[in-house]
Each structure stands twice: as structure tokens, then as C-alpha cells.
């Protein structure tokens, strides 16, 4: 168990766990070796200053032109560990559909509404999703990737988020409170432009890694994510008998995830200094269980 106050690395940031207290964070870039809720997460910080694959593309300078969007609003990359291909190809089909979207001042952008439905006959295959803390396959499995990273990109241009849902266990590419989940019919992704103009959404995939942008006509105040980790709970270990395991053995099948509670807020700089607090609401995550596997149990010796 950890003390209070105690600073500790989770998920690639610095969190100060202190209950009832608001906790700062800062990036940073290694990767936790103790598994924390969201393992193996680790943000790109180190990539902000990098060209986008899509800066010398015809057909995105054509569209910043035409819409005098050529200021970069905010951008984000996430890397997948992992993926599997028909998750990898749900998020790249996603991505060159959603490239070019142009969303005018005033204007709400719905993910389901612009990429939706995620089924067969709209092109997308089978991936991995969340169904309370278990991981199985269905149509689509992927597109939340993208909706993770809208909500980043969106919080980022001081946005209104009109619509938002947070996975059911934590993710391995965002913190927690930074994730977004769609279900075509239920659960969708919406924010508003609330800048003077119109902008423009680009997005692509580079090997399993994912970017997005926004581009309008003028920088948005400095935006910084905050969030106090309310409430961790640790993972329980599941044990099944496996025949075909040798006698005496185990084998870790899922490792186990914590699940934990975050309260998020975006502090907004304006122009003039002052910092203004937005609620951007709590997220639960629930524990997934550790599940290992055992051989038989040995014969005694006959001695």
C-alpha cells in the first residue's frame, strides 16, 4: 500500500497521491516497470516537436488553404503495443476517413455520426474491445483509439465536450481520464468549435502509431490536464487448471490490471495570465483480474 503523499511514477507522469488533494503532473518519458493501471502507457511527449507524415500531402495543404486553417491548434500521437491487424487496420480506416474533416465555428463534430456504424458492410473488421473487465473481439474493435485522441486534440483547443465516455479499464495510451470510448447507438464522441473559424481535422496512421491534428486561424489559450487520483483498487488472482500445462507449473494468461477512480480538469491560461479551472468530470475504471494457469498437480513419488 502506498503512503499518502507519496510521488510515485505512473503511466509516464508524476502524480502526487494525496486524498482530497489537486494533483499537478508533468510528462515524462520513461515507461513504468510495475504495471500501474494503463501499463505500458507512454505519451509522446518527445515527438510534440516533430514534422506530422502529412505536412508535404497535396491534399492537406489544399484543404488548409481553402479554409484558412493553417495554424496548428493542437496535435496528438498515441503508440499501440501490440495491436492486433484487424485493430490496426480499424484504426487506420478510421483515420483516412476522418482526414480532411472540416468543422465550422459553432459547429458539433460527432464521431458515430462521421464514422459510424462500425460494422462489416462499412469496411471494418474484427478487434478488440472492453466489455466490463474482460477483453473480447467485436466488429470495429479499434475506433475508440481515435475517439481517445479527438478528446485529447479537442481539450487541447479549449474545446466544449459535449459527449464523452471513458473505457471500463484503463488503456495502455493515454493516462486515465484522457480516454474515450464509442458504441454505435449508445456511446458517442462530440465536442463543439468554439473558435471564430473553421477547422480542420487531419489524421494517419504511421506503423501502430497514431496522429491528429487540428488546424484553424489562431492559436488556442495553453491548456494543461490535472488530475487527482481518487481511489485505486488492487487486481485479485484468478487460478485455472490447464491439463496440457506441465506438472507443477504455472503460466500468467492476463496479467492484472488495478482499477482506480480520477477526477480531471483542464487549467486554461488566457491571454492576460489568469488560469481558469474546467471540470471535465470522473472516470472509474474497473479492476481486470489476474488470471494464471496451472499444470496438474504432481504424482507422489511410489517409492
Known sequence: MRKPN?????????????????LGISALPAVPDDREPGMGYREEQDRAQEPLPWE????????????????????????????????LYNVG??????????????????QNSLL?????????QEGPIFKGNQVVNSTGGGVCKVASLLYNVAVLCNFTVLERHNH?????????????TVFY??????????????????????DNTLHIAAYGQEKPPEVTWRHEVVKQVDYWTVYRTNPDLAPGTEEVIIPGQKGCQ??????????????EE????????????QVIERGPEPNPGTG
Open 93 to 110: 480506416l478510421a483515420a483516412q476517413r476522418l482526414a480532411g474533416t472540416v468543422v465550422r465555428a459553432g459547429e458539433v463534430f460527432s
Open 262 to 275: 480520477v477526477r480531471s480538469t483542464a487549467l486554461v491560461k488566457g491571454k492576460d495570465g489568469r488560469v
Open 56 to 87: 508535404g500531402d497535396p491534399h492537406f495543404v489544399a484543404a488548409v488553404t481553402e479554409n484558412g486553417a493553417r495554424v496548428l491548434m493542437a496535435r496528438y500521437s498515441a503508440v499501440f503495443p501490440g495491436p492486433t491487424p484487424g485493430e
Open 278 to 289: 474546467k471540470d471535465l468530470g470522473e472516470s472509474w475504471y474497473n479492476v481486470q483480474p
Open 185 to 206: 447507438g449508445s456511446k458517442d464522441f462530440c465536442f463543439r468549435n468554439d473558435s471564430s473559424g473553421p477547422v480542420v481535422i487531419w489524421a494517419e496512421t504511421v
Open 116 to 124: 459510424g456504424p462500425y460494422t462489416g458492410e462499412k469496411g471494418y
Open 6 to 22: 507519496e510521488l510515485f511514477l505512473y503511466l509516464g507522469v508524476i502524480l502526487l497521491i494525496a486524498a482530497g488533494q489537486t
Open 168 to 180: 471500463s479499464m484503463t488503456v495502455p495510451y493515454v493516462p486515465p481520464g484522457q480516454d474515450a
